[in-house]
T-cell receptor, first 117, second 116 residues
């Protein structure tokens, strides 16, 4: 399989549940990202990882906990979420986070549609 | 903080009509500019990008965009749209040689509906 894949594609969870979103990239990239896409709001960057190290935490609440065990996999662990956390969560990857390089285009996965009840 | 504005939230037009989507950004330094497209049920895909050089950028599927630095704009155009261009279009910016690195700031998106 090529590109960036995300599982599950849809998730419904209660506010007391714990769940995880998974992202895998098959592009040999070094950087991975989590974005949140809410209705009527711009895409918001949540986390950035470069070579498995977190380089950005964009003021995201602690109920979202990312994990990057290797450069091909990225997880987003969810616990005690709120209904306003319902959104489409997008994963992306790029060759690097250094934008001096021409190859810094970000490739996006299909997203996980999360509904918090 | 930097921001990206897309002026039209929804655009409806007929096949063969011309399309122009506006995008303005607020950052005053050097920028890289992108247009992404999200077709119904599909993931975000890159349409075109500007890093340097010719401010008129050609992308896939007949799209082009023009970077006008003095106006902080990067408008997307297509001379004749097709029904298959129905999608949501996102403008995005990042800032090379800054602490922000490859962190994309997105506009709010424009939903385009092309009627057959």
């Amino acid at each position: 399989e090529t590109g960036v894949t995300q599982t599950p594609r849809h998730l419904v969870m209660g506010m007391t549940n714990k769940k995880s979103l998974k992202c895998e990239q098959h592009l040999g990239h070094n950087a991975m990202y989590w974005y949140k896409q809410s209705a009527k709001k711009p895409l918001e960057l949540m986390f950035v990882y470069s070579l498995e190290e977190r380089v950005e935490n964009n003021s995201v609440p602690s109920r979202f906990s990312p994990e990057c065990p290797n450069s091909s996999h990225l997880f987003l662990h969810l616990h005690t979420l709120q209904p306003e956390d319902s959104a489409l969560y997008l994963c992306a990857s790029s060759q690097d986070i250094d934008v001096e390089l021409d190859s810094d285009e970000q490739y996006f996965g299909p997203g996980t549609r999360l509904t918090v009840t | 903080a930097q921001s990206v504005s897309q002026h039209n939230h929804h655009v409806i037009l007929s096949e063969a009509a011309s399309l122009e989507l506006g995008c303005n950004y607020s950052y005053g330094g050097t920028v890289n500019l992108f247009w992404y497209v999200q077709y119904p049920g599909q993931h975000l895909q890159l349409l075109l990008k500007y890093f340097s050089g010719d401010p008129l950028v050609k992308g896939i599927k007949g799209f082009e965009a023009e970077f006008i630095k003095s106006k902080f704009s990067f408008n997307l155009r297509k001379p004749s749209v097709q029904w298959s261009d129905t999608a949501e279009y996102f403008c995005a910016v990042n800032h090379p040689r800054s602490a922000a690195g490859n962190k994309l700031t997105f506009g709010g998106g424009t939903r385009v509906l092309v009627k057959p």
